[in-house]
């Protein structure tokens, strides 16, 4: 019981990069990584963890994240893979592909890419499809 308590409390661990540092390379972690600086490289979290990152107002990410719970409010050049949610606040910039389980976006966010349902496997392909099929009736209409 006591080795529990301990082992939950290692798990959580806080990183902060804050305002003013860069970061070049990739960062992997557990526990939660909150981001106000700027990190070149891709974020990812240590597989089978309950990991977490938030990306700031003025956080800045270029490079893929791969985190179960993601919080954007800055700005994040590459995609985004969760296993669980992704929360996109007002301020928040993605230039690139969202894959996620749930998402919350709030009015003001904007996504410059895709977003892709990956809930399951045959969902995720279903997702993909369904993303495809738009083309088809411009290419249709222009024959």
Do not use: C
Not at 57 to 83: L, T
């Amino acid at each position: 019981m006591w080795g529990k308590k301990k082992e939950m409390a290692f798990s959580n661990n806080h990183t902060l990069i804050s305002r003013g540092t860069e970061i070049v390379g990739d960062l992997l972690f557990t526990g939660e990584l909150q981001i106000e600086g700027k990190v070149r490289g891709n974020i990812i979290a240590e597989q089978g963890t309950d990991a977490k990152v938030v990306v700031a107002h003025k956080g800045q990410v270029e490079g893929e994240i791969r985190v179960p719970v993601i919080v954007v409010d800055g700005s994040v050049i590459g995609d985004i893979h969760s296993g669980k949610h992704v929360e996109l606040a007002a301020k928040a910039v993605v230039q690139g592909n969202v894959h996620y389980h749930m998402i919350e976006m709030v009015k003001g966010s904007q996504v410059n890419g895709s977003l892709f349902y990956s809930g399951g496997k045959s969902a995720g392909k279903g997702a993909a499809a369904s993303d495809a099929a738009p083309i088809k009736p411009s290419l249709a209409s222009g024959a």
